[in-house]
């Protein structure tokens, strides 16, 4: 399985763009990138997939470069309800999925 | 159902005695995961079952832990003469088994163990 490595911590204002970046040098050919979302005291929650290029929908874009080493979560406009911690997983199959610690996002005012 | 279920919710034991987790995935998801995470640390992979085979129990802990799957859907996490390192959040999740969409988890609200 791919290993990732992501930002322990990052802090943002309200209404800035936030990039958060995911290295997974040893990725494997059909293995797709996957980012969840953490809020306390709940399950990680789904946000966006992607194999290649770029993948947008109404919560975050997920940029991907050709070589596949690395990927970007982009959350637009970030508001304090996006608190959270940001989990990057590599994976083909699901096959025992390593979430690792994530990178923790606080917005502040 | 329409997400994945889990119960109980909150579980408080003494030291010592069993504890019996269970957990009901969405409808057709022929995977299934079970995590524990402790405060303020990141998800601990335990056991993934595909349909009601566990090809992976890399992650369970001790032998005090154990798992099953009946009928490719509901599965019990069974931790014995249970300790106070076990107090955590045990997550279940569950996705389709192949394709995209098998990294596409969806996650239940958890089981809070408390150990005494």
């Known amino acids: 399985l791919a290993k990732t490595t992501q930002p322990i911590s990052m802090d943002s204002y309200e209404g800035q763009e936030v990039n958060i970046t995911c290295s997974h040098n040893n990725i494997a050919t059909n293995d797709y990138i996957t980012w969840y979302q953490q809020f306390p005291s709940q399950g990680p929650r789904f946000i966006i997939q992607?194999?290649?290029t770029k993948v947008t929908n109404e919560v975050a874009s997920l940029f991907i470069p050709a070589d596949r080493k690395s990927s970007t979560l982009s959350l637009p406009r970030v508001s304090l309800s996006d608190t959270a911690v940001y989990y990057c997983?590599?994976?083909?199959?699901?096959?025992?999925?390593?979430f690792g610690k994530g990178t923790s996002l606080l917005v502040t005012p | 159902g329409a997400g994945v279920s889990q119960s109980p919710s909150n579980k408080v034991t003494e030291k010592g005695k069993d504890v019996e987790l269970r957990c009901d995935p969405i409808s057709g998801h022929t995977a299934l995961y079970w995590y524990r995470q402790s405060l303020g640390q990141g998800l601990e992979f335990l056991i993934y079952?595909?349909?009601?085979?566990?090809?992976?129990k890399s992650g369970l802990p001790s032998d005090r832990f154990s798992a099953e799957r009946t009928g490719g859907s509901v599965s019990t996490l069974t931790i014995q003469r249970t300790q106070q390192e076990d107090s955590a959040v045990y997550l279940c999740a569950s996705s389709l088994g192949s394709g995209s969409g098998a990294n596409v988890l969806t996650f239940g609200a958890g089981s809070r163990l408390t150990v005494l």
């Open positions: 079952f595909q349909g009601n085979s566990a090809p992976d």
């Open positions: 997983l590599v994976s083909n199959s699901g096959y025992a999925l390593n």
């Open positions: 992607g194999y290649k």
